[in-house]
């Protein structure tokens, strides 16, 4: 069975500094995307990561993904309040089978000034 | 493009009762996927329709179903419904083998 770890389960961060919230996954898959979400609202989509080595970039967002150690990183570059969310990392085992997602924890966000 | 819509957004129900979700994904999508998110247990799949066809399914029980209709838009069906159903449902649509984008989600309560 697939299973998906955060951590931490909570950051809180300093505007300005930089920081890296990791993603676990047990068994071999296809994709790892990262999701957003602001508190009452659903998810927004931010990386798809499909391969060894993959970087996506997306202002102060980075996602790496290292297939072999089973472990993604979404690094946050000088902090800002307004990326106080929670995030959640998910991966497709096997695309060919359709959608199932796995969903982390999910690592809350605080920024604060 | 509109995105993915879920009706109606909020619900409250009685134990027992029987409840049906509607979601309209983007035009043009012909996956559509429901996931169950609580704090106690997280974001949880439910099920994934395809061109009408329930392609794969989660660990949920009996009494969680669901269709999809020629246009590929998706309802979910809970019947006899416990506390623990209580959680904000998420509907996503995706092309084959694109991204999922989620819906804004249907909060249902059951007293």
């Known amino acids: 069975e697939l299973k998906v770890e955060q951590n931490p389960l909570f950051l809180s961060m300093q505007e300005g500094k930089n920081y890296t919230i990791y993603c676990n996954y047990s068994t071999t898959s296809d994709r790892l995307y990262w999701y957003r979400q602001d508190p009452g609202k659903s998810l927004e989509s931010l990386f798809v990561l499909l391969s060894n080595g993959a970087v996506k970039q997306e202002g102060r967002l980075m996602a790496s993904l290292d297939t072999k150690a089973r472990l993604s990183t979404l690094h946050i570059t000088a902090a800002v309040h307004d990326l106080s969310a929670t995030y959640f990392c998910?991966?497709?085992?096997?695309?060919?089978?359709?959608?199932?997602?796995?969903f982390g924890g999910g690592t809350r966000v605080l920024v604060k000034p | 493009k509109a995105g993915v819509t879920q009706t109606p957004r909020y619900l409250i129900k009685t134990r027992g009762q029987q409840v049906t979700l509607s979601c309209s994904p983007i035009s043009g999508h012909r996956s559509v996927s429901w996931y169950q998110q609580t704090p106690g247990q997280g974001l949880q799949f439910l099920f994934e329709y395809f061109s009408e066809t329930q392609r794969n399914k989660g660990n949920f029980p009996g009494r969680f179903s669901g269709r999809q209709f020629s246009n590929s838009r998706s309802e979910m069906n809970v019947s006899t419904l416990e506390l623990g159903d209580s959680a904000l449902y998420l509907c996503a649509s995706s092309a084959q083998t694109g991204v999922l984008y989620f819906g804004p989600g249907t909060r249902l309560t059951v007293t």
């Open positions: 998910a991966v497709d085992k096997d695309k060919a089978a359709g959608n199932k997602l796995t």
